[in-house]
C-alpha cells in the first residue's frame, strides 16, 4: 500500500534562517506531487507540484522553492525565511486516473517563523 | 480564474442536527470533485463525483454534484461530535495535475 511521510512535524525558525521539509512516499511510482500551505482559517494553496523528476511548476511567487531529486522525493526550501511564510504546510500525491485524480495527503508541518 | 468557493465558512450545530454544506465551481474542463474531511492534520478523502445527480453515500455522509449549476453539496445526517472538522471541496481539472480548493467549512458540533 502507498504511503507518505513528511518531516518534521513542527518546526520553529528565526526570521532569515533557511528552511528545507521533506516529503517522501512509498508504494507507488512516479506520482504527481504537491506542496500545499494553509494559513490559519484559510483553505489550501497549491505552491508547487510536480509531476516528473526535476520537473517543478510554481503556482504564486513567494520566497519559497521546490525540488524533486527523485521520483518519490518533494522537498520544500528557503534561504532566508520571513514571518509571512509561518503556516501549515502540506505534501501530497496523486497518480493520473481514467477519471479524476484523488490526492494523498501527509500529516504536515507546523511552520512557525519567529 | 478557477475558483471554488464553499459556504458557510463556519458552522455550529448540535449532536443530531443535520446539515448541508455547499461547494461551487468555476473552472475550465472540469473532470471530478472531491470532499475531504481535516480534522487535525491530514485531510482524508470522502468522496469524488464526476456525474451529475448520482449520490455517493458512506454512513451519515452523502454527497451530489450538480454540473449544470455548478456546485455539490455534502449532507451530514445525525452529527455527533467526532464530525467537527473542517470540509473541504476541491476540482480537479482536466489537462492539469493541480487539484483547486475552497477556503473550507469548518463545522462545530456541540453534545
Known amino acids: 500500500s502507498q504511503t507518505i511521510h513528511q518531516w518534521p512535524a513542527t518546526l520553529v525558525q528565526p526570521v532569515g534562517s533557511p528552511l528545507s521539509l521533506e516529503c517522501t512516499v512509498e508504494?507507488?511510482?512516479?506520482?504527481?506531487l504537491y506542496w500545499y500551505r494553509q494559513a490559519a482559517g484559510r483553505g489550501l494553496q497549491l505552491l508547487f507540484y510536480?509531476?516528473?523528476?526535476?520537473?517543478i511548476s510554481s503556482e504564486v511567487p513567494q520566497n519559497l522553492s521546490a525540488s524533486r531529486p527523485q521520483d518519490r522525493q518533494f522537498i520544500l526550501s528557503s534561504k532566508k525565511l520571513l514571518l509571512s511564510d509561518s503556516g501549515f504546510y502540506l505534501c501530497?500525491?496523486?497518480?493520473?486516473?481514467?477519471?479524476?485524480?484523488?490526492?494523498?495527503f501527509g500529516q504536515g508541518t507546523r511552520l512557525t517563523v519567529v | 480564474e478557477d475558483k471554488v468557493v464553499q459556504s458557510p465558512l463556519s458552522l455550529v450545530v448540535h449532536e443530531g442536527d443535520t446539515v448541508t454544506l455547499n461547494c461551487s465551481y468555476e473552472?475550465?474542463?472540469?473532470?471530478?470533485l472531491l470532499w475531504y474531511k481535516q480534522e487535525k492534520k491530514a485531510p482524508t478523502f470522502l468522496f469524488m463525483l464526476?456525474?451529475?445527480?448520482i449520490e455517493k453515500k458512506s454512513g451519515r455522509l452523502s454527497s451530489i454534484l450538480d454540473k449544470k449549476e455548478l456546485f455539490s453539496i455534502l449532507n451530514i445526517t445525525a452529527t455527533q461530535t467526532g464530525d467537527s472538522a473542517v470540509y473541504l471541496c476541491?476540482?480537479?481539472?482536466?489537462?492539469?495535475?493541480?487539484?483547486?480548493f475552497g477556503k473550507g467549512t469548518k463545522l462545530t458540533v456541540n453534545p
Open positions: 464526476t456525474s451529475s445527480g
Open positions: 510536480s509531476v516528473g523528476i526535476g520537473q
Open positions: 508504494g507507488t511510482s512516479n506520482p504527481n
Open positions: 476541491a476540482v480537479d481539472r482536466g489537462g492539469s495535475e493541480k487539484l483547486v
Open positions: 473552472v475550465t474542463n472540469f473532470r471530478s
Open positions: 501530497a500525491w496523486s497518480t493520473e486516473g481514467s477519471v479524476g485524480t484523488e490526492a494523498f
